[in-house]
C-alpha cells in the first residue's frame, strides 16, 4: 500500500519502491467503530521511530472522518506513524500472506475476531 509500483512484487516493496506492509481490515461498523479500531490498533501496535520504508508505522484512511479519528488517536510518543489517504491495497504473494496473531497463525482472507 501507498507505493509506485501497479503490481509490487515481494522483491520491488523490499527494494523500496514505497509500499508499505499493510493489513487491510474489514469491519462493521453496526459492530464495531472505526475509533474502537484505532483504539485496539495502539494498545497492539509500538512503532519503532527507525522503521523506515515497507516497514513503516501508517494509518491508512477512506473518509475524512476517518482521517480527524485517527489524527486523534494518534499520541504523543508516536510522531513516527503516519495519517494517509488510502491507496490500492495489493495483496502480498501468497507465501507471504501468513500473519502471527500472538496466539495463532492467519491465512489470508480468514476472518479473524478480534476481542479487548
Known sequence: TGGRSAKPTYRS??????????????????????????????KNHRPKPSERGQYRSCIWYHNEAQRQSAQESLPASSSSTQVAPAT????????????????????????LCVTQ
Open 13 to 42: 516493496v523490499c527494494s523500496g519502491d514505497g509500499h508499505a506492509e499493510s493489513v487491510r481490515v474489514e469491519y462493521d461498523p453496526s459492530v464495531v467503530s472505526y475509533e474502537e479500531l484505532l483504539l485496539l490498533f495502539w
Open 88 to 111: 490500492d491495497f495489493h495483496e502480498a504473494e501468497v507465501h507471504h500472506q501468513k500473519a502471527s496473531t500472538g496466539q495463532k497463525q492467519v491465512e489470508a482472507g480468514e476472518k
